[in-house]
């Protein structure tokens, strides 16, 4: 499985920005789509998923500014993100988790930079 991530840059705060994966390859369905950050010099973090079936589920840090969704229909997950603040500054990546003939296995994008910055 191959993920494509697109749509970081550098925006002001209070921007917006819209990232887009878009999942590829051989497998059999997708369990969940999400979305994790890695801030300068810290550890990688969640910062919202898409569950199959489940309600979505955000970081207390970016709840009512961030929203994630899916189409099915393109294997995409999208993470529009409003308000942003130089916190967000990170490197975002896509994480899929999918049912592949060897059973459930989870996959990365190669990372996009998110700078938020006057």
């Known amino acids: 499985v191959q993920l494509q991530a697109s749509g970081g840059g550098l925006v002001q705060p209070g921007g917006s920005l819209r990232l887009s994966c878009a999942a590829s390859g051989t497998f059999r369905t997708i369990a969940a789509m999400g979305w994790f950050r890695q801030p300068p010099g810290q550890q990688r973090e969640r910062v919202a998923d898409?569950?199959?079936?489940?309600?979505?589920r955000y970081s207390d840090s970016v709840r009512g500014r961030f929203t994630i969704s899916r189409d099915n229909a393109k294997n995409t997950v999208y993470l529009q993100m409003n308000n942003l603040k130089p916190d967000d500054t990170a490197v975002y990546y896509c994480?899929?988790?999918?049912?592949?003939?060897?059973?459930?296995?989870?996959?990365w994008g190669q990372g996009t930079q998110v700078t938020v910055s006057s």
């Open positions: 994480n899929v988790k999918a049912f592949t003939i060897e059973g459930l296995d989870e996959f």
């Open positions: 898409a569950v199959t079936g489940i309600s979505a």
